[in-house]
């Protein structure tokens, strides 16, 4: 029996949640987020140039940003410190998806 009582159990394995019932298994694809981004079929070259293009806009975005605060309104507060805090946390969790070791079963 499983937690719940009623004889069900549940098991995530490569992404799926399989629930063991009485009368047999049933597999059923799992949708969380989570999931799917741990999951990805997508091959390591193809996730590194991913990160490149993104921290290349994140570069090229930010830069143009702070040149037209200098330019228009630089005695005002520094505006572009919030996209640059903001998608540099992004940009982060992206490098640290990318770059982390693959989980083993």
Sequence with gaps: MGPSGRGFVSDRRDGHLTVSGSDGSVAIKCVCLACLVMTST????ARKWGLRVHVLCYLLSNV???????????????WP??????????????AWSVNR???RN
């Design 64 to 78: 143009g940003q702070v040149f037209t605060w200098y330019y228009a309104t630089p005695d005002h507060f520094f």
């Design 42 to 45: 997508k091959s390591e070259t």
């Design 101 to 103: 070791r693959p989980v």
């Design 81 to 94: 410190i919030w996209s640059i805090l903001a998608w540099g946390i992004g940009l982060a969790f992206h």
